[in-house]
């Protein structure tokens, strides 16, 4: 079992990197939870993969820097299609 999960938290790893993707868009696409993805890679991948961990590390910390303004702009989007209706 730890092989298997190994393996996961490498090839969330890669699915990160290749798709600029966030913890979320992760998740959904393995169909596992937001907290597994971060487990993973926070605390599996360096142990497993120091290097591939390094990569990731920097999209997470431009993920983070970031998410604020993702947060603004759903929070514009839901009320401009609230006002729509």
């Known amino acids: 079992m730890t092989d298997t999960i190994d393996a996961r938290a490498c090839q969330l790893a890669v699915y990160m990197i290749e798709n600029r993707g966030?913890?979320?868009s992760a998740a959904k696409?393995?169909?596992i939870s937001k907290s597994?993805?971060?487990k993973d890679l926070s605390e599996r991948l360096p142990k497993i993969n120091p290097r591939l961990?390094?990569?990731?590390r920097i999209l997470l910390?431009?993920?983070?820097?970031e998410r604020h303004i993702r947060g603004g702009l759903a929070t514009k989007n839901k009320y401009?299609?609230?006002k729509d209706k």
Request: charged share 15%; net charge positive.
């Open 22 to 24: 966030t913890v979320r």
């Open 29 to 31: 696409a393995f169909g």
């Open 36 to 38: 597994t993805v971060h």
């Open 53 to 56: 961990y390094q990569q990731v």
């Open 61 to 65: 910390d431009v993920n983070k820097s």
């Open 80 to 82: 401009i299609h609230q």
